[in-house]
């Protein structure tokens, strides 16, 4: 593998959310936990379901399905909380099952389409071309700036 093959390749880890596959570059994913108890703090946005306490560090956690519109789900075994990084705070995304991390070349991300994109839409990076699947490519740290991540980092350190 040359350099330039290196610049062109991306790694995503691979999520479902509601019927669809998700990709996030893995660079921003600290980890992935299972799920567990979240304890909801009164007043925040719907989509944030409160915070858990992450070996001594309190972590917002935000219901990735809520924030994007879909139908709220129970959790199952397979519901999974991604840490990422937003703006070096650590923030939790609830997703219904984590699948797998993937090794994908730059020319298999197609740009969105003017149809589907929005003012509000500037989170999606493009879609992933497989030759068995599509995978929307999120940024993370902009969906996650479309809220007020500073109000929600805020409200999980004072509890």
């Given at each position: 593998?040359?350099?330039?093959?290196?610049?062109?390749?991306?790694q995503l880890v691979v999520f479902?959310?509601?019927?669809?596959?998700?990709?996030?570059?893995i660079s921003s994913v600290r980890e992935i936990i299972r799920m567990q108890d979240i304890t909801q703090v009164p007043r925040t946005p719907e989509f944030v379901k409160g915070v858990?306490?992450?070996?001594?560090?309190?972590?917002?956690v935000v219901d990735l399905r809520k924030l994007f519109g879909f139908d709220?789900?129970?959790?199952?075994?397979?519901?999974?909380?991604?840490?990422?990084d937003i703006a070096g705070q650590d923030i939790g995304v609830v997703v219904d099952a984590v699948n797998e991390v993937l090794r994908i070349s730059a020319d298999a991300v197609e740009a969105p389409s003017s149809v589907i994109t929005t003012?509000?839409?500037?989170?999606?990076?493009?879609?992933?071309?497989?030759?068995?699947?599509?995978?929307?490519?999120?940024?993370?740290?902009?969906?996650l700036s479309e809220i007020d991540t500073a109000v929600i980092v805020d409200e999980a350190s004072q509890d």
């Open positions: 593998m040359t350099l330039g093959t290196l610049a062109t390749e991306r479902d959310l509601a019927t669809e596959a998700y990709g996030v570059d858990i306490d992450l070996r001594g560090r309190v972590i917002p709220a789900e129970d959790a199952t075994m397979s519901t999974r909380i991604v840490v990422v003012p509000g839409s500037d989170f999606l990076i493009g879609i992933v071309k497989l030759p068995t699947r599509l995978i929307i490519f999120l940024d993370l740290e902009q969906a």
